[in-house]
C-alpha cells in the first residue's frame, strides 16, 4: 500500500466516512485538541487530513479562522456538504498533500492532524511541513498515533502504519525541529 492506495481509499468512502469514523472516535477528540492547541477566538488553525470536515467544524466556533486541507477531492465534496449545512462560515477548505500544505511560512497559529499520522508516507515529513506553516511560538497537536497491532487495518482503513512508539512520535517531533513537545494518552477510545 502506498500513498496512491490511501487517497483512492478515501476517494471510494468519502460519502460512508462520517458513520465509520464514529466508531473510533467522536466531539471529545475535539476538545481534546483544543486544549492541546489552545485554540481561542483568535487563532488561525490549520486542519491538516480534514477529510470530511468533522474536526474543522468543531474548531469553527472557538477560531478565528480553519482551513482544512486534504488531498482527496471526494472528502473535501462531503467536507463542504457538511459545513454549509452546520452553517459554517469561517472555514475554508483547500486540496493538498500532508507534505505539501497549501500554506505560506508561519501563516497559522496552530495546526491539528486527527488520524492522519498513520496515512502519512513519511510521518516525520508531515510534521516538519506543520511546522513549517505554523508561526514561531505556535502549537502543533496530532491524535491517534499509538502503536497497535491491528493488521487488518492496513486493508479496512487504508493505515500505511499501525500506529507509533512513543519514541517515534517523539521522534518526528524532534526531526521537525520543534523544540518543545510532549506526549501522552487521552484515554478516549
Avoid: C
Avoid at 500544505?101 to 508561519?106: N, Y
Avoid at 510534521?127 to 491517534?144: K, S
Avoid at 487488518?152 to 499501525?162: G, K, P
Avoid at 500506529?163 to 477510545?189: I, K, N
Amino acid at each position: 500500500m502506498d500513498s496512491a492506495d490511501v487517497k483512492a481509499f478515501f476517494e471510494r468512502v468519502s460519502g460512508d466516512w462520517d458513520s465509520m469514523r464514529s466508531s473510533f472516535y467522536n466531539e471529545k477528540v475535539i476538545d481534546a485538541l483544543v486544549e492541546r492547541a489552545e485554540v481561542t477566538p483568535t487563532t488561525t488553525v490549520v486542519d491538516v487530513g480534514t477529510g470530511t470536515g468533522f474536526v474543522a467544524a468543531g474548531l469553527a466556533p472557538r477560531a478565528a479562522a480553519v482551513l482544512g486541507v486534504d488531498n482527496s477531492p471526494a472528502m473535501l465534496a462531503v467536507a463542504e456538504q457538511n459545513l454549509r449545512a452546520l452553517n459554517v462560515e469561517n472555514v475554508r477548505l483547500a486540496e493538498g498533500e500532508l507534505d505539501a500544505l497549501p500554506l505560506e511560512d508561519h501563516s497559522v497559529d496552530a495546526a491539528v492532524a486527527n488520524m492522519v499520522l498513520h496515512h502519512a508516507p513519511d510521518p516525520a515529513l508531515m510534521l516538519t511541513e506543520m511546522a513549517r506553516v505554523v508561526r514561531p511560538g505556535g502549537i502543533i497537536a496530532i491524535t491517534d498515533e499509538v502503536e497497535h497491532d491491528y493488521e487488518w487495518m492496513r486493508t479496512e482503513q487504508a493505515d500505511l502504519w499501525l500506529g507509533f512508539s512513543q519514541s517515534q512520535v517523539e521522534g518526528f517531533f524532534g526531526a521537525a525541529r520543534l523544540t518543545a513537545y510532549g506526549y501522552d494518552s487521552l484515554g478516549m477510545q
